[in-house]
């Protein structure tokens, strides 16, 4: 459109995967292990993808395109014989406690929590839901727990955009997620009240309207279910094209190079775009966060020639 100035694409897809491998304990009564099996059942992907590139500056010295992308998805299992647990949680009060589920009529990996409903203003310690639709603090968050949210984005981006000035440039690439929870295990085990006496403490712990006492035990639960949506400046570079030199340099250019300069969330972990291993028996994780290492902000500088 507009002689080639504007230009994309629309994709359609609508996956279903039968007879995945999935590793199963074998049955008693025979010998102990475990054996590959083809999975009962189906796992449904479907959704459009949005590609545009638009040129908004043309002439002798100015030249500015941007292209976006953009990825709507849904996943959903279906005609599986029971349920698969995996997402293994960690920390202290954690010992093999799994947070996720693979089952029919839910996303991939779904939540499966004992739904957070507050700090009680007379104890001091946590509120749960419980199966009658109760809120109390006598729920047990190890028998209470309920299908919640997903670690599956619905949305990708993807932006990237280049601008050049004569012999300047610049050009910047950008990604991020949308509609999808993690789960901040670095929060719930290591930055809570209970850990008061040993260690640094979370400073959202203390701006609460009610008083949380210190003896409140963390649970696998919602409390630690934050949204992941995220956009990251990727990669930022800055070039000039010097050219020339004499007759020893040629085509000389200097580029000056950002990566993950920053990050556009609300998510409180030291960064949504993170996936601690949690699987079990074979059984992928995701969205799980547990003292990851940040990745670094780097600066390159860069000079280019041929002789």
């Not at 796992?43 to 040129?55: C, Q, R, S």
């Not at 109760?134 to 981006?157: H, Q």
């Not at 009240?193 to 035990?217: D, H, M, P, V, Y």
Request: glycine share 12%.
């Amino acid at each position: 459109m507009l002689k080639g100035r504007l230009y994309g694409s629309i994709d359609y897809f609508h996956k279903k995967t039968t007879d995945a491998l999935f590793e199963q304990t074998l049955a008693m009564d025979g010998p102990a292990g475990r054996i590959w099996v083809n999975l009962d059942g189906e796992i449904l992907n479907k959704g459009v993808e949005i590609a545009l590139t638009g040129t908004l500056l043309k002439s002798e010295n100015w030249n500015w395109d941007v292209t976006g992308n953009a990825t709507f998805l849904k996943n959903s299992a279906s005609g599986l014989k029971g349920d698969y647990e995996t997402g293994a949680l960690r920390g202290q009060g954690f010992s093999g406690v799994l947070g996720q589920r693979m089952t029919n009529g839910q996303p991939l990996n779904v939540w499966y929590l004992a739904d957070f409903q507050g700090i009680d203003p007379v104890t001091g310690t946590s509120m749960y839901l419980g199966k009658d639709g109760s809120v109390s603090t006598g729920n047990d968050p190890a028998s209470n727990k309920f299908y919640r949210n997903s670690p599956n984005p619905t949305t990708l981006l993807g932006i990237s955009t280049n601008v050049s000035y004569k012999q300047f440039s610049l050009s910047a690439n950008m990604n991020g997620a949308l509609g999808h929870y993690l789960f901040n295990n670095t929060a719930a085990t290591a930055l809570g009240l209970s850990n008061l006496s040993a260690r640094n403490i979370g400073s959202t712990f203390f701006n609460t309207a009610i008083k949380e006492s210190i003896s409140n035990s963390a649970a696998p639960s919602t409390r630690f279910l934050e949204k992941g949506d995220y956009l990251k400046m990727a990669n930022l570079t800055l070039s000039y094209r010097v050219g020339n030199i004499g007759r020893a340099l040629k085509n000389l250019n200097v580029s000056l190079t950002g990566q993950n300069l920053f990050i556009i969330t609300k998510y409180t972990g030291f960064d949504p775009e993170v996936n601690t291993d949690g699987s079990v028996n074979g059984i992928p994780s995701l969205g799980i966060e547990y003292l990851p290492y940040p990745p670094a902000r780097n600066i390159l500088l860069g000079v280019n020639f041929s002789l």
